[in-house]
């Protein structure tokens, strides 16, 4: 359907009729709606998860959702629940197993991925591998295919989430840094540890449904990854790594709407491109300060 729609519509260069245009289907009105929901939680919980090193351990809470939505689609459930529950579950799984609160994780983190990939093999088997639609979906994201019913999980989730967060925010920042210290000074760094997997659960359910499991990295890794290579100010880097975000999804979501082609390629593509673009600027400026510091260390001989 989506396909034979953008046939239908075409870039017009005019701003307000393309903007018009983007916004006439109700379909667009919730995939902009929960992508926005979705980049502001993706941000702000991808800042820590970058900060901690946690990356392996979101891209396993993707990989565990998979065979969770399967379950739950096997069970007549909203696949939403199976995200949440096999990520969650996920989450306490790893913090039981881990020896230690961030260092040390990766042993218990690849367990649990290899289980959640063998569920997904038998439930991909039990469902008798009709149901590509919906398989496809979970890989690669739906945004065009959210409905009024997904909006209310989506944006109780987030709200949840960002809630959560901003309560933990300074302690877990701190358990971030220097967990032995904070550890001495009292911080609960092990149970904020397991809290923060839970967010990161959270996040990663919701994402799957604009990206899917498998370009959960493009909302969650890069926006933060480009903010921490900018500013090293905690606060404003939480606030560009959302901003990015949100422009990621945003110019993803118009793009796909106008091509045949699909929403989460331009999503990572831009994301991908401006990490690049960043890592550029930034070796171009060193080089540039190093040549500076070698003429003046040259004009004083």
Not at 4 to 29: E, G, K
Not at 212 to 239: E, K
Request: no cysteine; hydrophobic share 60%.
């Amino acid at each position: 359907m989506f396909i034979a729609l953008a046939d239908d519509v075409r870039l017009s260069w005019d701003l307000l009729a393309d903007l018009q245009q983007l916004f006439t289907y109700h379909f667009m009105q919730n995939a902009f709606l929960a992508g926005t929901l979705v980049a502001i939680v993706a941000g702000a919980v991808g800042y820590f998860m970058t900060l901690r090193s946690q990356s392996f351990a979101g891209h396993t809470l993707a990989q565990v959702g998979f065979p969770g939505a399967l379950g739950a689609a096997l069970l007549g459930l909203s696949p939403v629940v199976g995200l949440l529950a096999f990520g969650l579950g996920a989450a306490l799984l790893i913090g039981a197993l881990s020896a230690r609160e961030v260092k040390g994780q990766d042993s218990a983190v690849g367990i649990v991925l290899a289980f959640s990939l063998g569920l997904g093999l038998l439930f991909v088997r039990l469902s008798h591998a009709n149901n590509t639609t919906g398989i496809y979906s979970l890989l690669f994201g739906a945004a065009l295919g959210v409905s009024d019913r997904d909006l209310g999980p989506i944006a109780l989730t987030t709200l949840a989430t960002l809630v959560t967060l901003v309560v933990i925010a300074r302690p877990l920042f701190f358990a971030s840094l220097d967990p032995e210290v904070a550890a001495a000074q009292g911080v609960p760094v092990r149970l904020l540890s397991i809290l923060f997997l839970s967010l990161l659960a959270f996040a990663v359910a919701e994402a799957v449904q604009v990206v899917g499991v498998l370009l959960i990295f493009a909302l969650l890794v890069t926006p933060a990854a480009i903010a921490q290579q900018i500013t090293a100010r905690p606060a404003l880097s939480i606030g560009l790594s959302v901003v990015l975000a949100l422009l990621f999804t945003w110019s993803g979501l118009a793009i796909g709407y106008f091509t045949p082609y699909p929403i989460g390629f331009f999503i990572t593509s831009f994301a991908f491109g401006a990490y690049a673009l960043v890592r550029l600027a930034r070796a171009w400026h060193r080089w540039l300060a190093q040549h500076k510091q070698a003429a003046q260390k040259g004009d004083m001989a």
